[in-house]
């Protein structure tokens, strides 16, 4: 069975600090690593992983897969209120017949106060 | 407006009824997917399809049952056989085939609770 674990379930920070979520799989017919925030409603794709090494970045956003390893972290620097969201870890697999599926951890929910 | 519309936002369900909740995409997506979202949990896959009039379990159909008749359009009911309905439903669509750039985009959910 597909798992993804995601550390720590919550966190809360100051404004201004520095965090990294943890996301670590064992998955069959791993295709890539994908993270999304998730304010209210609906997920909102923030990156998708699928070569070992490579830092995808985003503002100040950023994030790395290590597939020896089988994880990724996510960094944000300088976290502002605005951060404040659930952050999910999803990863895609091929289960045949042309079909991919996620596979998400519990997510962690990130508290950013002022 | 390009995206994926679910509706309604909230539903109340009574003991014993089936309810449906809509979900409807323009982007031209072959595949969509339904998710139950718990307090505190990840998203879980209830149903989904590739191809219209297919569609296939996920971890959790026991209690739902799904239709895909249009391309546009996945409805998943949620029967009087699923005894712990209460959570946040979301839909998702996506490309089918092997680029991989395709990701699952979403909508906005239906909160679904038990009168």
């Known amino acids: 069975e597909d798992k993804v674990v995601q550390s720590p379930l919550s966190l809360v920070v100051h404004e201004g600090d520095t965090v990294t979520l943890n996301c670590s799989y064992e998955?069959?017919?791993?295709?890539?690593l994908l993270w999304y925030k998730q304010e209210k409603k609906a997920p909102t794709f923030l990156f998708m992983l699928?070569?070992?090494?490579i830092e995808k970045k985003s503002g100040r956003l950023s994030s790395i897969l290590d597939k020896k390893e089988l994880s990724s972290i996510l960094n944000i620097t300088a976290t502002q209120t605005g951060d404040s969201a659930i952050y999910l870890c999803?990863?895609?697999?091929?289960?045949?017949?042309?079909?991919?599926?996620?596979?998400f951890g519990k997510g962690t929910k990130l508290s950013v106060i002022p | 407006d390009g995206g994926i519309t679910q509706s309604p936002k909230y539903l109340f369900r009574k003991e014993g009824q089936n309810v449906t909740l809509s979900c409807e995409q323009n982007?031209?997506?072959?595949?969509m997917y339904w998710y139950r979202q718990d307090p505190g949990q990840g998203l879980r896959l209830i149903y989904y399809?590739?191809?219209?009039?297919?569609?296939q379990k996920g971890d959790i159909a026991e209690g739902y049952s799904v239709s895909r008749e249009k391309k546009e359009s996945f409805p998943l009911t949620v029967t009087s056989a699923q005894k712990n309905p209460t959570a946040f439903y979301l839909c998702a669509s996506r490309t089918s085939g092997a680029p991989i750039r395709n990701i699952q985009y979403f909508g906005a959910g239906t909160r679904l609770s038990v009168l």
């Open positions: 982007l031209n997506h072959d595949a």
């Open positions: 399809s590739q191809i219209v009039n297919d569609f």
């Open positions: 699928t070569s070992s090494g």
């Open positions: 999803a990863v895609e697999a091929y289960s045949g017949a042309g079909s991919y599926q996620l596979t």
């Open positions: 998955v069959t017919n791993f295709r890539s």
